[in-house]
């Protein structure tokens, strides 16, 4: 059966079916470790292999979140990313793509996950992300802080080619110029530390969930099921996922 015959089900066997189907591609939570139900799936994320945490001790969304869409939708994607991850940069596309695709029925939420160990650059370029959601409110031509920040972070992962290869020092001031940001308030905000706890804490609570690479994210239902992704899956295999959240109640 066809992925696309398969999501035009709609009897209780279409449900079974479809995790059936996302098995393959997804970690499964059982209320206790998480393990890998098929080994070799596309895209594996970078970083450590075998993820293990409890997706409870997930942080809970809130405005302080960069969230694209509708912050009630129904289905919401978690998304620990690296700037520097190749596979993010893939997975970036794949969720502009859900958003676009799913309007006001799923939400987008962006958290960070630089890996230090790998990307010596992810870590100020997450405080770069924030530095421009700095820069954005009510009064600004940017539009809300929300708005900034998703506007550096789509011209990042479409412009720069990841795993280290960036010069930043010229690139950063880049984007920022690119989207309208003030370049010395931009500067200073990149040396003041003033968003390193919350990269942190976002760091911290990837790892909590079970996230050993990236990208790592979270499905969360309308009831707070919670499914995990892991990877860069293809936007089929997303869109299976998704369409089985919505149908949980």
């Given at each position: 059966m066809t992925p696309e015959k398969l999501t035009q089900l709609s009897t209780p066997f279409s449900v079974l079916a479809a995790g059936i189907l996302i098995a393959g591609a997804v970690?499964?939570?059982?209320?206790?470790?998480?393990?890998?139900?098929?080994?070799?799936?596309?895209?594996?994320?970078?970083?450590?292999?075998?993820?293990?945490?409890?997706?409870?001790?997930?942080?809970?969304?809130?405005?302080?979140?960069?969230?694209?869409?509708?912050?009630?939708?129904?289905?919401?994607?978690?998304?620990?990313?690296?700037?520097?991850?190749?596979?993010?940069?893939?997975?970036?596309?794949?969720?502009?793509?859900?958003?676009?695709e799913y309007g006001n029925d799923v939400a987008w939420v962006y958290r960070?996950?630089?890996?230090?160990?790998?990307?010596?650059?992810?870590?100020?370029?997450?405080?770069?992300?924030?530095?421009?959601?700095?820069?954005?409110?009510?009064s600004s031509p940017l539009g809300t802080s929300n708005d900034a920040f998703w506007r550096y972070a789509d011209r990042w992962f479409e412009l720069t080619p990841s795993n280290d290869k960036t010069d930043i020092a010229t690139v950063l001031p880049q984007i920022a110029k690119e989207i309208g940001l003030d370049g010395s308030a931009f500067a200073t905000c990149l040396k003041s530390g003033k968003f390193d706890a919350h990269i942190e804490?976002?760091?911290?609570?990837?790892?909590?969930?079970?996230?050993?690479?990236?990208?790592?994210?979270?499905?969360?239902?309308?009831?707070?099921?919670?499914?995990?992704?892991?990877?860069?899956q293809p936007y089929a295999s997303v869109k299976q996922l998704i369409d089985l959240a919505l149908q949980e109640k």
């Amino acid at each position: 059966m066809t992925p696309e015959k398969l999501t035009q089900l709609s009897t209780p066997f279409s449900v079974l079916a479809a995790g059936i189907l996302i098995a393959g591609a997804v970690l499964w939570n059982n209320g206790g470790p998480n393990t890998q139900v098929a080994a070799g799936m596309p895209n594996q994320p970078q970083g450590a292999p075998q993820p293990s945490g409890d997706l409870e001790a997930m942080s809970p969304i809130t405005d302080d979140d960069h969230i694209r869409g509708n912050p009630n939708a129904p289905v919401k994607i978690v998304e620990y990313s690296d700037t520097e991850c190749p596979f993010c940069k893939a997975f970036h596309a794949t969720l502009q793509k859900a958003a676009q695709e799913y309007g006001n029925d799923v939400a987008w939420v962006y958290r960070h996950f630089p890996l230090d160990q790998l990307h010596s650059k992810a870590r100020k370029e997450a405080v770069a992300l924030e530095c421009a959601t700095d820069q954005g409110g009510p009064s600004s031509p940017l539009g809300t802080s929300n708005d900034a920040f998703w506007r550096y972070a789509d011209r990042w992962f479409e412009l720069t080619p990841s795993n280290d290869k960036t010069d930043i020092a010229t690139v950063l001031p880049q984007i920022a110029k690119e989207i309208g940001l003030d370049g010395s308030a931009f500067a200073t905000c990149l040396k003041s530390g003033k968003f390193d706890a919350h990269i942190e804490d976002n760091v911290q609570n990837a790892q909590a969930t079970g996230g050993n690479g990236t990208p790592w994210s979270i499905v969360v239902t309308q009831s707070g099921k919670k499914y995990p992704l892991s990877g860069a899956q293809p936007y089929a295999s997303v869109k299976q996922l998704i369409d089985l959240a919505l149908q949980e109640k």
